[in-house]
């Protein structure tokens, strides 16, 4: 029993690798391969949900299954339509309430979301219709959907514009 303690109070690698040595060779090689394997399934388990791990930036949509029928109370409602410049360059502007706002021009951004602000401050419910021609970029279609958030809209509908 005293020589059972020495052993064990020493902590040697080579006093543990005779202790547990295994019997049989395939025993052996199947120990020096666990920590492989382990290696192996860990590896597998970050590359399978390693796609959950990884969040984008942006705005989530639950679509419906049912057919397209849904539509909103009448209320506030935004135009966007893609304006080309005589330098050919093209811009998008917002109509809201007959007037003309630049989405890449600061200053109007500010005026449009103040306008937003002060108009759903009036309004029973904060909706609005947002309908954007299909030639106007998605970036622009999502600020404007952000300006409105930032306004305190609570409900966005984008929609594209009827020909």
């Not at 796609?51 to 705005?59: F, I, M, T, Y």
Request: glycine share 8%; with cysteine; charged share 25%.
């Amino acid at each position: 029993m005293g020589e059972l303690r020495s052993h064990w109070g020493n902590w040697r690698a080579d006093v543990l690798r005779e202790r547990f040595r295994p019997r049989s060779r395939i025993a052996q090689a199947w120990l020096a391969a666990v920590p492989w394997i382990n290696l192996a399934l860990i590896g597998g388990l970050f590359w399978v949900i390693g796609d959950r791990l990884r969040v984008q930036p942006g705005v989530v949509f639950d679509l419906p299954t049912a057919p397209f029928r849904e539509g909103m109370h009448y209320g506030l409602t935004a135009v966007m339509l893609p304006v080309s410049r005589p330098s050919g360059q093209t811009e998008t502007l917002v109509f809201f309430e007959d007037e003309p706002y630049c989405t890449s021009v600061p200053a109007q951004v500010r005026q449009l979301g103040a306008a937003l602000r002060s108009r759903a401050a009036r309004e029973t419910r904060r909706e609005l219709l947002l309908l954007a021609d299909r030639r106007v970029p998605h970036g622009d279609v999502m600020a404007a959907v952000e300006v409105a958030r930032a306004a305190g809209i609570q409900r966005i509908s984008v929609a594209a514009k009827p020909e």
